[in-house]
């Protein structure tokens, strides 16, 4: 993120662990916290108090971008649900019996998310603003193919297993709304 004050939306936050994160080690950054989820905000909030970062970050209830009038952020961070919709019951018990479905399931084609925020994301952005996704491991090209619409230099980065992980790209000025 560099030495400049920069904003952050942590979209689909869930508990804050990624935002949390980009504060923990980017001083000079505030974070929005974003979550349809009352319940994951405010384990949300516990986590920013207990890491003595609840000065820098705002926690707010949105259905994505809903209640956030139109601000402007230097990096959009999400994990949204993305898993299938006829996926969620082959799934591990530790994740889908402890993980509520609104956290999982992306729609039939587990991209619901990824097309809503896509199409959204350049009005919240400032030029040059980025935006970064995690995905499932099967969804490179299709997320890639989405993002392409509107940002570019997008870019794959893969996990440590050598998994596509996230996929990131940039909005160029004349993209901004």
Known sequence: IGEKKVAVL??????GCIGLSVLRRC???TCTLADISEEALSICKINAES??????????????????QRQKFDYI??????????????LAPEVKDREPEIALCGGADGLDFYRAIIK???????????????????????VRSLLEIY???????????GNPRVLTGQLSCSNTV
């Open 10 to 15: 942590d979209l689909c936050t869930g508990c």
């Open 27 to 29: 001083p000079n950054a």
């Open 51 to 68: 890491l003595a970062l609840a000065e820098r970050c705002q926690i707010v209830q949105s259905d994505l971008f809903k209640s956030l």
């Open 77 to 90: 961070l999400c994990n949204p649900p993305y898993i299938k919709a006829a996926v969620i019951e082959t």
């Open 120 to 142: 959204a994301a350049p009005s919240y952005l400032n030029p040059r603003g980025k935006i970064l996704f995690e995905i499932g491991y099967d969804q490179a090209e299709e």
């Open 151 to 161: 940002f570019h230099d997008v870019r794959l980065i893969y996990d440590y297993g």
